[in-house]
């Protein structure tokens, strides 16, 4: 057998060559740089239409067991998990303890972002109003929702609006609280201690309304004080809506100067 030299082109297959592309593949400097491999990582834990469904679960906010999503997503529980290791592996899902059970939930507020966004794409119509409606009441979940952790709806918009109307909230460009929305926030309750790089204050699209949201830190605060408050409520079967209490109704009339009619 004829030995090439080690510097001698002929030692090397051509470029375009099958050879060339395993070549590659077996070499360590041709390993993906970190960024892509992340990435890669990412689209191929969502690649998966169980993984998907556990992701569209966990978008409602709620933190549910493996035992749940199994039955949510109708696999075998053994199955939910060899899927959720996918998902916590590639940083979208993350597990808490409490007491005798582990929970599992969206990592954090950008990552549930982007998975609504990527499922709004994919299904334009998933929030929208039923073409015919099951009840003579608009649909709910146009009334007002939660959008991972904040408001959304019409009552979402409602909120934005009068937060910009009354100087409290930029929304030209880039959303921004200002200094009086600062001071109305600690007036209403709603804490702003900074807990990461999150945001104070950031824009979301919503898909039913077609306009943008108050989201961030200030949209998480204020959707959690409005929880512990009783100023709206889940309904009784769960999910993403909304209901709002009578209690509510008077907080957001003195605190915004707005009504029911704003998202009824």
Do not use: K
Request: charged letters at 25%; proline letters at 6%; aromatic letters at 4%.
């Amino acid at each position: 057998m004829n030995h090439l030299p080690a510097g001698d082109p002929a030692a090397s297959p051509a470029p375009d060559s099958p050879d060339a592309a395993s070549a590659a593949s077996d070499s360590p400097a041709s390993d993906a740089p970190a960024p892509a491999a992340r990435l890669a990582l990412l689209a191929g834990a969502l690649a998966d239409e169980t993984r998907a469904a556990i992701c569209m679960a966990l978008l409602e906010g709620r933190a549910w067991t493996a035992g749940e999503l199994a039955r949510i997503t109708e696999v075998a529980p053994s199955t939910v998990s060899g899927h959720l290791v996918r998902l916590m592996e590639a940083g979208v899902c993350v597990t808490e303890r409490q007491g005798r059970h582990r929970y599992v939930r969206i990592a954090d507020a950008a990552t549930a972002r982007l998975i609504d966004e990527l499922a709004s794409y994919a299904i334009p119509d998933r929030d929208a109003a039923h073409a015919e409606p099951v009840v003579s009441a608009p649909d709910p979940l146009a009334r007002a929702r939660t959008c991972y952790d904040h408001f959304a709806g019409r009552l979402g918009m409602a909120v934005t609006d009068a937060l910009e109307r009354d100087g409290l909230l930029r929304t030209d460009g880039a959303f921004e609280l200002t200094e009086a929305g600062r001071q109305w926030c600690a007036r209403a309750g709603v804490g702003l201690t900074q807990a990461g790089r999150r945001p104070l204050a950031s824009s979301c699209l919503d898909w039913t309304e077609r306009r943008r949201h108050l989201g961030g830190l200030a949209g998480a605060r204020l959707c959690a004080r409005s929880l512990e408050a009783d100023w709206v409520r889940r309904p009784p079967g769960g999910g993403r809506g909304l209901l709002v209490t009578e209690s509510g109704e008077r907080a957001f009339a003195e605190l915004l100067g707005i009504t029911p009619r704003a998202w009824t």
